[in-house]
């Protein structure tokens, strides 16, 4: 139903920022709720941070006050800037999309099932 593209990974050192982009292609992004999550080898996949269609925001606690979700609709473009980056924050990281129907706070709370589209994922990469 939507093509999602990520962008931003990097290597980076603690303490360090970057910033993913997720570009949604096929419907206005605003229409979905959209995700970030994020899988370390050998390590089962964790959501990150969660926007819904109001614009309401919920995160793990591994990444709160750290981490910032948003959109740019204009765009069509969902972000998250990462600051105080930690080696614990090395991962593939991923987009992720539903066609609305769930708050921010009970998709991140299900997890990844209840989000059937998917992007490539970006490599972050986080050295002491």
């Known amino acids: 139903q939507v093509q999602l593209v990520e962008s931003g990974g990097d290597s980076v050192q603690a303490g360090g920022s970057l910033r993913l982009s997720c570009v949604a292609y096929g419907r206005t992004a605003s229409g979905y709720c959209m995700g970030w999550f994020r899988q370390a080898p050998g390590k089962e996949r964790e959501g990150v941070a969660v926007?819904?269609?109001?614009?309401?925001?919920n995160y793990a606690d591994s990444v709160k006050g750290r981490f910032t979700i948003s959109r740019d609709n204009a765009r069509n473009t969902l972000l998250l800037q990462m600051n105080s980056l930690k080696p614990e924050d090395t991962a593939q990281y991923y987009c992720?999309?539903?066609?609305?129907?769930?708050?921010?706070?009970?998709?991140?709370?299900?997890?990844?099932?209840?989000?059937?589209?998917w992007g490539q994922g970006t490599q972050v990469t986080v050295s002491s």
């Open positions: 992720a999309a539903r066609w609305g129907g769930m708050t921010a706070i009970q998709a991140l709370g299900m997890g990844s099932p209840v989000f059937p589209d």
């Open positions: 926007i819904d269609v109001y614009g309401s925001t």
